[in-house]
C-alpha cells in the first residue's frame, strides 16, 4: 500500500541494511571511493540479500554508493534512494518485520526515519506465523516472537517522538482502511491526493500472487481477521492468554481462552528454553555493540536527506 502512493518507494522485503549495521566495523575506509564499491559488491554478491529486489543494474549500485557521503547509514540509504529515483519517487522506505526488534540498527543508521509498526492480535498474527512456517518452534516460539516484538516497539514509542513512530492496527486497517491510510499518510507527510492509489495497492504489476501471499493480491478486507478462532484450540488460546495477556491488555486485546482452559506445561518450559537462548543472543550483541563504541571511531548515521 506505502509503495502505491506515488511519492513513495518501497521495494519487497530486503535483507542487507542489518547485517551491514552489524558488521560496519567489517567496512574499510568509506572516506575511499574504492570502499564504497566494495560495499556494494558485498551487497550484489552476499547470499540471501534479496539485492534484486531494488531493481538496479551491479553498476547503478555501485556507482550510487560510489557517490555518497562516507557513512554506512549514507551508503544504506543511497542504495534505496536510487532505486526509488528510477520510479521518479522523491521518498523509499523498507519494510521487514525483523526490524522492530533492530531499533538501534535502523535508528544508528537512519536517525531522522519515521517507523511505521504494524501490530495483529496476537492469536490472529501467531496463527499465521504456524500457517505458513514462519514459527520453527510451533506455538512458543511464535508467541515468544510476538511478545518480544511488540515490548520492543512500546520501548521505542516511548523514546521517540510522535513525529517518528506511529503504531497501525491491523484489525483497524482492514475495518477502515481508508480512515487509517489517511492518517499514515498524514504522518508521512505524503500528498493525501495519493490515498486512493493506495487503497487500490492490488492493481499494481509488482504484487505477489503466489502463497503465502493471496491476500495481498487482493482489495483489503476482514476475510483473515478471525480464522484464528478455527485454527487454534482452546490449549492455545490459554497458552497465549497466560503469556502475552498483560501486553494483550494494554494494547486492547480481550483474552479468548474458554474458562477452565490451561496452558500445556511442556509448552511452557519450552518457551522459557526459547527466551533464555534468545536472551543470550542478545547479551551477546549488546556487548558487541559496546566493544564498538570504543573500536568503531566512524560515524554510521546517513548524512542524506532522502531518508526522512
Known amino acids: 500500500m506505502l509503495n502505491s502512493h506515488p511519492e513513495l518507494a518501497i ?9 551491514a549495521w552489524r558488521r560496519r566495523d567489517a567496512f574499510g575506509d568509506l572516506t575511499e571511493e574504492a570502499e564504497r564499491r566494495a560495499v556494494a559488491r558485498w551487497i550484489v554478491e552476499t547470499p540471501k540479500t534479496r539485492y534484486p529486489r531494488l531493481a538496479l543494474t551491479e553498476d547503478e549500485l555501485s556507482d550510487a554508493l560510489a557517490a555518497a557521503p562516507p557513512t554506512i547509514g549514507s551508503l544504506m540509504a543511497a542504495a534505496f534512494a536510487a532505486s526509488a529515483a528510477k520510479q521518479d519517487k522523491p521518498r523509499w522506505g523498507d519494510k521487514r518485520p525483523s526490524y522492530i526488534t533492530n531499533m538501534n540498527a535502523v535508528f ?11 501490530i495483529r492480535d496476537p492469536r490472529g498474527a501467531i496463527s499465521s506465523m504456524k500457517r505458513i512456517g514462519w514459527s520453527w518452534g ?24 510522535p513525529d517518528q513512530f506511529m ?20 504522518f508521512l507527510g505524503l500528498d493525501p491526493a495519493g490515498v486512493e492509489a493506495m487503497l487500490h495497492h492490488h492493481e499494481a504489476k509488482d504484487i505477489p500472487t503466489g502463497t503465502p501471499f493471496t491476500e495481498v493480491a487482493k482489495p483489503v478486507n476482514t476475510d483473515a ?11 492455545d488460546l490459554a497458552f497465549i492468554d497466560h503469556v502475552a495477556g498483560p501486553i494483550m491488555a494494554r494494547h486492547g486485546y480481550e ?4 474458562v477452565g482452559a490451561a496452558p500445556d506445561a511442556e509448552k511452557l518450559r519450552k518457551l522459557r528454553k526459547i527466551r533464555s537462548r534468545r536472551t543470550g543472543e542478545i547479551r551477546k550483541r549488546q556487548a558487541v555493540e559496546l566493544k ?3 573500536t568503531y571511531r566512524h560515524p ?3 548524512r542524506l536527506h532522502l531518508d526522512d
Do not use: C
Open 11 to 19: 521495494p519487497h522485503e530486503t535483507y542487507f541494511v542489518v547485517p
Open 108 to 118: 544508528g543508521l537512519f536517525p531522522n526515519a519515521q517507523f511505521v509498526n504494524i
Open 138 to 161: 510451533g506455538l512458543p516460539s511464535a508467541t515468544e516472537m510476538w511478545t518480544r516484538s511488540i515490548e520492543s516497539g512500546d520501548t521505542w514509542r516511548r523514546r521517540l517522538g
Open 167 to 186: 503504531n497501525v492496527y491491523y484489525e483497524d486497517l482492514v475495518t477502515s482502511p481508508e480512515a487509517v491510510v489517511a492518517q499514515l499518510v498524514a
Open 225 to 235: 481477521m478471525r480464522t484464528w478462532e478455527k485454527e487454534l484450540t482452546a490449549e
Open 255 to 258: 483474552p479468548a481462552a474458554p
Open 292 to 294: 564498538r563504541k570504543f
Open 300 to 302: 554510521a548515521a546517513s
